[in-house]
T-cell receptor, first 115, second 113 residues
Framework: AQSVAQPEDQVNVAEGNPLTVKCTYS??????LFWYVQYPNRGLQFLLK??????LVKGSYGFEAEFNKSQTSFHLKKPSALVSDSALYFC?????????????FGDGTTLTVKP | NAGVTQTPKFQVLKTGQSMTLQCAQD?????MYWYRQDPGMGLRLIYY???????DKGEVPNGYNVSRLNKREFSLRLESAAPSQTSVYFC????????????FGPGTRLTVL
């Protein structure tokens, strides 16, 4: 069965510092990996995804993520954090071309960026 | 485009009452999903519909039923609400045949007393 883990419930960084939100996965075959962000009282918004090709993917709002097959990880990164990046972040994994597009979501990581 | 819309935004029920959560998307997506979000538990899939006319159970289907009314609309029904169903409910959609992301609605915050 596929699964995804976000080992940190909370990440705190100072504004202007780099940030990393971690995600590891377990899935047979080739995974499709996604990051979503959720602001308070809102639905999830897509940030970026890895399907195939270059292991470093770039997404919205200056975020990027690196797919590491040997470590089964897909960590979200940003070189310089903003206070407005404070939100709840979800990693999700999908596998295969079918399965009705279902994704398995991690439990989420709350990112707090302090001025 | 409105994207994915959900009604109502908030609802308070008493134990045993029934209600239907409505979801509609205007992106011509084949697949639609219902999730619940509880603190510290991420998103859990309740039911999904791969295409019009089909529905399947997800991870936590007990106590819920769904109807894929047409390609646009996917409703979630609680027949006899229980306090354990207090949660935030999200509807989402995507094109299942592609590798595209899911699009989420704004959510329904449900409290069962």
């Amino acid at each position: 069965a596929q699964s995804v883990a976000q080992p940190e419930d909370q990440v705190n960084v100072a504004e202007g510092n780099p940030l990393t939100v971690k995600c590891t996965y377990s899935v047979s075959g080739n995974p499709y990996l996604f990051w979503y962000v959720q602001y308070p009282n809102r639905g999830l918004q897509f940030l970026l995804k890895y399907i195939t090709g270059d292991n470093l993917v770039k997404g919205s709002y200056g975020f990027e993520a690196e797919f590491n097959k040997s470590q089964t990880s897909f960590h979200l990164k940003k070189p310089s954090a903003l206070v407005s990046d404070s939100a709840l972040y979800f990693c999700a994994v999908r596998w295969g071309r079918t399965n009705a597009g279902k994704s398995t979501f991690g439990d989420g990581t709350t990112l707090t960026v302090k001025p | 485009n409105a994207g994915v819309t959900q009604t109502p935004k908030f609802q308070v029920l008493k134990t045993g009452q029934s209600m239907t959560l409505q979801c509609a998307q205007d992106m011509n997506h084949n697949s639609m999903y219902w999730y619940r979000q509880d603190p510290g538990m991420g998103l859990r899939l309740i039911y999904y519909s791969a295409s019009e006319g089909t529905t399947d159970k997800g991870e936590v289907p007990n106590g819920y039923n769904v109807s894929r009314l047409n390609k646009r609309e996917f409703s979630l029904r609680l027949e006899s609400a229980a306090p354990s169903q207090t949660s935030v409910y999200f509807c989402a959609s995507n094109q299942a045949a592609s590798y595209n992301e899911q699009f989420f609605g704004p959510g329904t915050r449900l409290t069962v007393l």
